[in-house]
């Protein structure tokens, strides 16, 4: 075993306020084997910060301990103690839990009220009718028939959730007592009466008490009834006696304070000078438990049973558990033994027991050991052989008989003596430094013959198989098989590989089940067969063993098969042949306090298997390991914000605990968040121990610790899960319900800006589409209209091409129309100077007939007509010059005469002659020779024009012809 394992049972955690006390004493007045001290935890003021006296216990549904001391009222939830009404100047003195209303009733010096809510405190004072207000301390609370009953020396208050009324004698009251769901009290006369609705109703047969009660038990057809002084007595409405004297001795002297039945039926007995008596009437076995048992103090005050069976004790100063329901009892100085304890053997004259001190003998109904002269020095193993004890010790071997012990042999150190079966009247003992032989002489008693050569090394762990061949573990070094020699001076030795087991030099302890061999080994338990040498896993026996170092594998006189591991300690209970139950153990909370050295199981006693441990012996017995019927529960006390400083969720202390938190939502501001749980393991000796796991941002849970709280900082938006372990005491793994926080994220981050974001994302989408969308529109509207653009610029070039051709056939026409205008142009010409030289012609006849009338000569005359005959001949077409010319005219100037005569029918054809000279823009004189007329009678045909033309005043008339 490595030095990490050998210590690892020396881990002790220690609270400051627990005592574990191997040094006790008990006295048992009827004697019982074996008989230890129950494990006791005390509570000193320093421990809970409040005053020293503690007078009455409560406890809620959920396990919540309520205790009423003199400054204020304790709540304790297994770990943590709370205050509350602290230093009001008033003695809290009672206590009730009311589970119907989730109320906790106080009875104090001058005052009696409840809590509620979350410790919100309501007085009754003032609902107390006249003229009983004033009374001193309220002794005691009882809830029955959905009334509370507020005892005082001066009068019973009864409260029915809305009144009160008191029930007072005139003689003044003791103590009260509720049984069997009825309230007695009695009178400072000693009367004692039944307190009924009415008032108080005497009880028959009991008006003549010899002293003052503490205590009221149903016993029979009675009532076990207790004094102060000490004195008790079972009294029936027909007779009175004294029914165990051995209590009654035991209390005679002391000063009762209370009396409590227990579970078991057993009573809790609690003075003020002598400690706390447990008596059990069935049996008549007697307790006494005192400072020198483990209590802080002799002055025990009052007693209370809490739902696993624990007992609380208030004491004068300072609170003490006693766990009477524990399967384990503490074995050592109590009855005077000294030093780390390693085998205890039972026989009918008494018990032996060696330690690393020596070898003590505890006769039978002694209530405390001897040592054995001459065995100083540590002594080990205690085995029979031939019907007579040996104990292996430092010196060498001791003969243990009638209380005595003889050594017989000397050697370097002998761990045990086990008979050879193979070699009958011979032993073999392990030693020190290999093995030695021993015989059995007549006297049946064993004598040295000489160690046995070939194997050397340390044999503590030494079994001798069907066949005879004995097998030797030792702790570091390995598996051995051992052939002994036929001549028995020497042994083969033969080394068994254990490479498959990848034990890597760790420890190996060769135990005994039923004949079958086991090892326990570093990393759990294996079977070995040793026909073939073969080692493989223990099927049977490795529930919980696997991939964790075993300690120790034990078989009691049950057949219970203990097993101690690195983190279980329980036993396989046998139902059946080759059928065994696994149940877990109440010793888990004490595993490192068992002897780390050389750890080791006596399981030669009558009741149960001994364990050696640092100090002594823890005696544990499997049939009183009681599985918890309640199992105590793991809750989320508190959730808080520590950078917000805010309580996000609170356990009411007095409703009942929900099946699970309510979901818990934060901010994003919220940047540390801090659980506290509550466990409520009281049955645990030891500090609880707590794991934590924050799913969604742990990935495992926190390893192990003491501590009742966690913080998580920097928590991302998201759902959380919280969930928290504890250690029970018998080492079972119980969980919390789930408590889930969410952690919101920032506007930007939330669910809304997320939906905005992918609105806006779409709404990016569709007008990236949209923008796409007209993108491409606007593209292929370019190429369209470039394709449009290019098509233009062809028909442009087409129209152009057309243009240019149409512009030449224009061109062409025009030179047509500008040829046949030039033509007509020409003509008009023509006809215009025709018409002058026609004009002129008729001038110069007009001159020549003027001259021919002044000369008056006939036949120049004659030759002179004839030629002007045959000029005016020549001219007779003159008419027909003037209608071409009208045609050709009209062509040029867009039928002009022919609008003119359509808008001015009364123009005569002179007139339309004019106006087609003036259309050719002539001159007055050149129009006077065409017309034949002077200019004078040009401007008289312009001045009647005009007027035809309704021309007004001003108008130019040449130029409206122009126009026209």
């Known amino acids: 075993m490595s030095n990490q394992n050998l210590h690892i049972f020396s881990r002790l955690t220690h609270r400051a306020f627990i005592c574990y006390f191997f040094l006790c004493s008990v006295v048992v007045l009827v004697a019982q084997p074996l008989q230890g001290i129950y494990p006791i935890q005390n509570f000193s003021p320093s421990d809970y910060k409040a005053g020293i006296q503690n007078i009455d216990f409560a406890q809620n549904r959920d396990m919540r301990l309520f205790v009423a001391n003199n400054l204020c009222v304790l709540s304790f939830n297994g770990r943590e103690w709370g205050r509350y009404n602290f230093k009001n100047g008033k003695k809290n003195r009672s206590l009730a839990f009311d589970e119907t209303n989730d109320?906790?009733?106080?009875?104090?010096?001058?005052?009696?009220?409840?809590f509620e809510g979350d410790w919100e405190y309501q007085s009754l004072a003032a609902a107390i009718p006249e003229p009983h207000t004033?009374?001193?301390?309220?002794?005691?609370?009882?809830?029955?028939?959905?009334?509370?009953?507020?005892?005082?020396?001066?009068?019973?208050?009864?409260?029915?959730?809305r009144e009160i009324r008191v029930l007072g004698h005139e003689d003044?009251?003791?103590?009260?007592?509720?049984?069997?769901?009825?309230?007695?009290?009695?009178?400072?006369?000693?009367?004692?009466?039944?307190?009924?609705?009415?008032?108080?109703?005497?009880?028959?047969?009991?008006?003549?008490?010899?002293?003052?009660?503490?205590?009221?038990?149903?016993?029979?057809?009675?009532?076990?009834?207790?004094?102060?002084?000490?004195?008790?007595?079972?009294?029936?409405?027909?007779?009175?006696?004294?029914?165990?004297?051995?209590?009654?001795?035991?209390?005679?002297?002391?000063?009762?304070?209370h009396v409590l039945q227990l579970s078991d039926r057993r009573l809790a007995i609690a003075t003020q000078t002598a400690g706390l008596f447990l008596f059990n009437p069935q049996t008549q076995i007697l307790e006494h438990i005192t400072v020198d048992a483990g209590l802080a103090t002799n002055a025990c005050l009052r007693s209370y049973q809490d739902y696993e069976g624990n007992l609380w004790i208030g004491l004068q100063n300072g609170i003490a558990l006693v766990h009477i329901n524990s399967p384990m009892r503490l074995i050592g100085k109590n009855i005077g033994l000294q030093g780390s304890g390693y085998e205890g053997y039972e026989t009918n004259e008494g018990t032996y027991f060696t330690t690393s001190s020596g070898i003590y003998f505890l006769p039978r109904g002694a209530e405390k050991s001897r040592f054995l002269r001459g065995t100083e020095g540590p002594a080990y193993g205690i085995s029979e052989v031939a019907?007579?004890?040996?104990?292996?010790?430092?010196?060498?071997?001791?003969?243990?008989?009638?209380?005595?012990?003889?050594?017989?042999?000397?050697?370097?150190?002998?761990?045990?003596?086990?008979?050879?079966?193979?070699?009958?009247?011979?032993?073999?003992?392990?030693?020190?430094?290999?093995?030695?032989?021993?015989?059995?002489?007549?006297?049946?008693?064993?004598?040295?013959?000489?160690?046995?050569?070939?194997?050397?090394?340390?044999?503590?762990?030494?079994?001798?198989?069907?066949?005879?061949?004995?097998?030797?573990?030792?702790?570091?070094?390995?598996?051995?098989?051992?052939?002994l020699a036929p001549d028995l001076k020497s042994v083969a030795a033969t080394p068994i590989s254990v490479d498959s087991l990848e034990l890597g030099g760790e420890q190996i302890a060769l135990s005994q089940v039923?004949?079958?061999?086991?090892?326990?080994?570093?990393?759990?338990?294996?079977?070995?067969?040793?026909?073939?040498?073969?080692?493989?896993?223990?099927?049977?026996?490795?529930?919980?063993?696997?991939?964790?170092?075993?300690?120790?594998?034990?078989?009691?006189?049950?057949?219970?098969?203990?097993?101690?591991?690195?983190?279980?300690?329980?036993?396989?209970?046998?139902?059946?042949?080759?059928?065994?139950?696994?149940?877990?153990?109440?010793?888990?909370?004490?595993?490192?306090?068992?002897?780390?050295?050389?750890?080791?199981?006596?399981?030669?006693?009558r009741q149960g298997i001994l364990f050696s441990a640092n100090e002594g012996f823890v005696h544990y017995m499997p049939a009183a390991e009681d599985q918890p019927t309640v199992q105590q529960p793991i809750v989320a006390r508190q959730v808080y914000s520590t950078?917000?400083?805010?309580?996000?969720?609170?356990?009411?202390?007095?409703?009942?605990?929900?099946?699970?938190p309510a979901d818990i939502e934060v901010g994003p501001g919220t940047k540390v968040i801090k659980f506290s749980i509550e466990a409520f393991q009281f049955s645990n000796l030891n500090d609880?121990?707590?794991?934590?796991?924050?799913?969604?941002?742990?990935?495992?849970?926190?390893?192990?610790?003491?501590?009742?709280?966690?913080?998580?900082?920097?928590?991302?938006?998201?759902?959380?899960?919280?969930?928290?372990?504890?250690?029970?005491?018998?080492?079972?793994?119980?969980?919390?319900?789930?408590?889930?926080?969410?952690?919101?994220?920032?506007?930007?981050?939330?669910?809304?800006?997320?939906?905005?974001?992918?609105?806006?994302?779409?709404?990016?989408?569709?007008?990236?589409?949209?923008?796409?969308?007209?993108?491409?529109?606007?593209?292929?509207?370019?190429?369209?209209?470039?394709?449009?653009?290019?098509?233009?610029?062809?028909?442009?070039?087409?129209?152009?091409?057309?243009?240019?051709?149409?512009?030449?056939?224009?061109?062409?026409?025009?030179?047509?129309?500008?040829?046949?205008?030039?033509?007509?142009s020409n003509l008009l010409a023509a006809s215009t100077m025709n018409l002058v030289v026609k004009n002129e012609f008729i001038d110069s006849i007009k001159q020549e007939l003027q001259s021919l009338k002044e000369n008056g000569r006939w036949a120049e005359a004659k030759q002179a007509l004839e030629r002007i005959v045959k000029e005016i001949d020549t001219n007779l077409k003159l008419q027909e010059d003037w209608e071409q010319f009208e045609y050709h005219f009209d062509k040029v100037h867009g039928d002009f005469l022919s609008r003119l005569q359509q808008?001015?029918?009364?123009?005569?054809?002179?007139?339309?002659?004019?106006?087609?000279?003036?259309?050719?823009?002539?001159?007055?004189?050149?129009?006077?020779?065409?017309?034949?007329?002077?200019?004078?009678?040009?401007?008289?045909?312009?001045?009647?024009?005009?007027?035809?033309?309704?021309l007004e005043k001003g108008q130019n008339l040449s130029k409206f012809i122009l126009e026209y």
């Not at 004033?134 to 959730?161: A, P, R, S």
């Not at 099927?539 to 690195?566: M, R, W």
């Not at 300690?569 to 595993?591: A, H, M, T």
């Open 387 to 483: 019907g007579r004890l040996y104990a292996g010790h430092h010196q060498g071997l001791f003969l243990l008989e009638s209380g005595q012990a003889r050594q017989i042999a000397a050697t370097n150190g002998i761990w045990s003596v086990k008979p050879l079966r193979a070699q009958p009247g011979y032993a073999i003992g392990g030693g020190y430094f290999g093995l030695y032989l021993f015989k059995i002489n007549p006297q049946q008693v064993l004598s040295l013959v000489h160690p046995l050569t070939g194997f050397s090394l340390s044999s503590r762990f030494f079994k001798e198989d069907r066949e005879g061949r004995i097998w030797v573990s030792q702790y570091y070094k390995g598996l051995y098989r051992l052939s």
């Open 903 to 950: 808008a001015y029918p009364d123009l005569s054809p002179n007139e339309q002659k004019l106006c087609t000279l003036l259309r050719l823009n002539l001159n007055t004189k050149e129009i006077a020779n065409l017309l034949s007329i002077s200019q004078r009678g040009v401007e008289v045909a312009r001045y009647r024009l005009r007027k035809k033309l309704d």
């Open 172 to 257: 003044g009251l003791e103590r009260c007592f509720a049984v069997n769901n009825k309230l007695f009290a009695q009178t400072q006369k000693g009367v004692l009466y039944e307190v009924g609705n009415n008032g108080l109703n005497p009880v028959y047969g009991f008006d003549a008490l010899d002293g003052v009660l503490t205590g009221m038990i149903a016993h029979n057809q009675g009532y076990l009834l207790f004094y102060n002084s000490g004195q008790m007595e079972y009294r029936t409405p027909m007779k009175m006696e004294q029914p165990y004297p051995i209590l009654e001795e035991a209390l005679e002297g002391t000063y009762v304070n």
């Open 643 to 660: 950078s917000k400083e805010q309580e996000l969720y609170a356990l009411n202390p007095f409703a009942p605990a929900p099946e699970a």
């Open 688 to 824: 609880t121990k707590y794991r934590y796991i924050l799913e969604g941002f742990d990935e495992h849970y926190s390893p192990w610790t003491g501590t009742t709280s966690k913080e998580y900082t920097n928590l991302k938006p998201g759902t959380y899960t919280f969930r928290a372990q504890a250690r029970s005491y018998l080492g079972a793994t119980i969980t919390s319900q789930p408590v889930q926080v969410t952690v919101t994220p920032p506007f930007y981050l939330s669910k809304l800006a997320k939906l905005l974001y992918l609105l806006l994302g779409l709404a990016a989408l569709i007008a990236l589409f949209n923008l796409q969308r007209k993108r491409y529109q606007r593209k292929a509207y370019r190429l369209e209209q470039q394709q449009q653009l290019e098509l233009q610029k062809e028909q442009q070039k087409l129209s152009q091409i057309e243009a240019e051709k149409q512009h030449a056939v224009d061109q062409l026409q025009r030179e047509k129309v500008r040829t046949e205008l030039q033509h007509v």
């Open 134 to 161: 004033e009374f001193d301390e309220v002794w005691d609370v009882f809830l029955i028939g959905g009334k509370t009953y507020f005892c005082t020396f001066q009068g019973i208050y009864v409260y029915d959730g």
């Open 103 to 114: 109320r906790l009733y106080v009875g104090a010096q001058g005052d009696f009220g409840y």
């Open 514 to 605: 039923e004949e079958e061999l086991y090892l326990a080994t570093s990393i759990g338990l294996y079977h070995l067969d040793p026909e073939n040498a073969r080692i493989s896993k223990a099927g049977l026996f490795s529930q919980g063993t696997e991939q964790q170092p075993v300690y120790l594998v034990a078989q009691d006189q049950k057949n219970n098969i203990h097993l101690l591991c690195d983190t279980s300690v329980g036993f396989y209970e046998k139902v059946s042949q080759d059928n065994y139950q696994y149940q877990p153990s109440s010793l888990y909370q004490l595993r490192y306090h068992l002897n780390n050295d050389l750890l080791h199981a006596s399981v030669h006693i």
